[in-house]
Nanobody, 124 residues
Framework: QVELVESGGGTVQAGASLRLSCAALGYGFSTYVMGWFRQAPGKERELVLAITSGGSTGSSDSVKGRFTGSRDNAKNLAFLQMNSLKPEDTARYYC??????????????????WGQGTQVTVSS
């Protein structure tokens, strides 16, 4: 069982940066793929970026070159660094944990544990 808690959201102007953190409580953090998802009102939840246990990342085309992910397995933390934010990045952001043997990073149902989310609002 893993409990995830996100922090770091807020309201910023376009072009600004934010760093989201995800703290994991429980065992086995290093064995999970960590995913960052976002969901805007009226839209489906979408994968922003996934981080493997070894720290490799893959991101959606919409955030490539602007968002990066990292993790600290010793401290049970995952991060999403968001630069050059745009109004279309406005959404609630969630971190999620997926068992390492699953392969569909983009499917939310592949993830067993979710945080409560943190709101990111980008004004123009």
């Amino acid at each position: 069982q893993v409990e995830l808690v996100e922090s770091g959201g807020g309201t910023v102007q376009a072009g600004a940066s934010l760093r989201l953190s995800c703290a994991a409580l429980g065992y086995g953090f290093s064995t999970y793929v960590m995913g960052w998802f976002r969901q805007a009102p009226g839209k489906e939840r979408e994968l922003v970026l996934a981080i493997t246990s070894g720290g490799s990342t893959g991101s959606s085309d919409s955030v490539k070159g602007r968002f990066t992910g990292s993790r600290d397995n010793a401290k049970n933390l995952a991060f999403l660094q968001m630069n050059s934010l745009k109004p279309e990045d406005t959404a609630r952001y969630y971190c999620a944990a997926m068992p390492y043997h699953r392969r569909d990073y983009y499917d939310p149902s592949s993830y067993d544990y979710w945080g409560q989310g943190t709101q990111v609002t980008v004004s123009s």
